[in-house]
């Protein structure tokens, strides 16, 4: 844009600062935002191909946390001394386009129509250059950093394959939060005010204060707290099933088992459902046994990955009867209203992955400090991403419709209860899967949801 206006001679600039200008845009800045276009590729294909090796590459997330191992090989070696070529190039290159909007700003024009014309691609380019310069602190960080265990961030690659594309990062994430949160939010900002369908576990706020730092002595005030009761009435808009018939998620044969089950439940709402996985696995095994079926019987089966998210959820709203497979990021920000979504099914509670990177480095920090990994983080973590797959379901007062979870382990261990209690206060129904097909189908049909 900047480009153009000059050289249809817009702005006050002399012959030859305006041609300089025009030099420097066509010979340095353009083919250095080649350049790290190419240099970027460059290293996200070579993370990409070190995280997955089928070929062709199966449809799933690939992660690898960067301990003092992996920080030693060769392969990450090679990985290092690209990412630090970017971030040099990305260095020069934000220079530059510092100094390009020093000079195109000195000769801008001053009345307001024109004026215009270049404020807005100067501030893109003023952007673009801080961009930059996160780019560079964010290589630092991660490629930078002592493997040493005393870290104060875990390190990790992640590619997702999905059919639309491959897609990686590398990310550097606190492995205790509590700390940046009381030093660069609540000690700075005279009030906060936190709000949330999904701030409490089992009836109280204790791990998330905890997590944020909010029960620290560093805070001069300890934080006042509330939970308010829902404006939906859980009793009477929805059901919860848990069957007790089916075999643990751990089983190998598990997403074989729990086809037929999982046709039927979705044949008692008459399509209208969202199927919520845990991993990429069980949801490709499920959409695969379970989609010829369900079409036969005139329900049309979306799965994440085929399409994009908001797509997936368009169709899934206009059709009104479909099912959606989906893991992840379906289990919050989805919003269906109405009829659309009255079958949730959960397969099985959202316990995180024990190889997720994230997970391991906080486990670790808690047992060195002699806690419990699993009451103290795992749990209450698990309980919170339950709580919000469940809100998925009710969003408005008129919303009726049927959770089932299916896993056994919410009746049998001793954790079921903290899952429960961390819940909206819907009916809990327990039983054989026949039972609890005919209680579905009569919730349905009494409400007139299908």
């Known amino acids: 844009v900047i480009y153009g206006l000059l050289a249809f001679g817009h702005g006050n600039y002399q012959a030859e600062d305006r041609a300089k200008i025009l030099q420097d845009i066509n010979e340095v800045i353009i083919p250095a935002r080649v350049e790290i276009g190419e240099i970027s590729k460059d290293l996200f294909d070579t993370i990409a191909r070190?995280?997955?090796?089928?070929?062709?590459p199966k449809q799933g997330e690939y992660r690898l946390r960067i301990g003092q191992k992996e920080a030693n090989s060769q392969n990450y070696e090679i990985i290092k001394t690209k990412a630090f070529r970017l971030r040099d190039e990305s260095k020069r290159l934000g220079s530059r386009l510092k100094t390009l909007c020093k000079k195109v700003g000195n000769g801008a024009p001053e009345e307001d129509s024109e004026k215009i014309r270049f404020d807005i691609p100067l501030t893109e380019l003023t952007m673009y250059s801080a961009r930059l310069e996160e780019i560079c602190i964010a290589i630092n960080t991660l490629?930078?950093?002592?493997?040493?265990?005393n870290d104060p961030f875990v390190h990790f690659f992640t590619t997702t394959v999905r059919r639309s594309g491959i897609f990686t990062s590398f990310q550097s994430m606190p492995i205790e939060v509590s700390k940046p949160m009381i030093e660069y939010c609540f000690s700075k900002i005279p009030c906060a005010v936190l709000v949330s369908g999904t701030l409490s576990t089992a009836h109280n706020f204790n791990f998330i204060k905890n997590r944020l730092g909010l029960d620290s002595d560093e805070l001069e005030t300890k934080p006042l707290e509330g939970r308010f009761a829902s404006p939906f009435s859980y009793e009477n808009q929805t059901r919860l099933f848990v069957p007790?018939?089916?075999?643990?998620?751990?089983?190998?044969?598990?997403?074989?088992?729990?086809?037929?089950?999982?046709?039927?439940?979705?044949?008692?709402?008459?399509?209208?459902?969202?199927?919520?996985?845990?991993?990429?696995?069980?949801?490709?095994?499920?959409?695969k046994n379970t989609s010829q079926t369900l079409f036969e019987y005139g329900f049309d089966c979306y799965k994440q990955g085929d399409l994009e998210r908001h797509h997936l959820l368009d169709l899934f709203k206009e059709d009104g009867n479909a099912v959606l497979f989906a893991t992840d990021s379906f289990w919050e920000g989805v919003d269906v209203p109405g009829s659309a979504l009255r079958n949730l099914i959960i397969v099985k509670l959202p316990f995180a992955s024990p190889s997720d990177p994230v997970l391991e480095a906080r486990n670790e920090r808690l047992k060195a400090s002699g806690k419990n990994a699993f009451n103290e983080y795992q749990m209450p973590i698990a309980?919170?991403?339950?709580?919000?797959?469940?809100?998925?379901?009710?969003?408005?007062?008129?919303?009726?419709?049927?959770?089932?979870?299916?896993?056994r382990r919410l009746i049998t261990k001793s954790y079921g209860k903290f899952f429960i209690e961390s819940l909206p206060p819907a009916p809990v129904m327990r039983g054989k899967m026949h039972a609890l097909l005919e209680m579905a189908r009569k919730f349905h049909s009494d409400f007139g949801v299908i």
Not at 143 to 149: E, I, K, P, S, Y
Not at 268 to 281: D, R
Request: charged share 20%; hydrophobic share 40%; proline share 6%.
């Open 143 to 149: 490629f930078g950093a002592v493997h040493d265990g």
């Open 383 to 407: 309980a919170l991403k339950l709580k919000q797959g469940f809100g998925r379901l009710i969003r408005t007062k008129t919303d009726r419709g049927t959770v089932w979870i299916l896993d």
């Open 50 to 56: 070190s995280l997955v090796t089928d070929d062709p």
């Open 244 to 287: 007790t018939d089916l075999p643990d998620p751990s089983d190998p044969l598990f997403a074989e088992y729990i086809t037929t089950p999982l046709i039927e439940m979705i044949l008692a709402s008459k399509g209208g459902a969202l199927v919520l996985c845990t991993s990429y696995v069980h949801l490709n095994q499920l959409y």
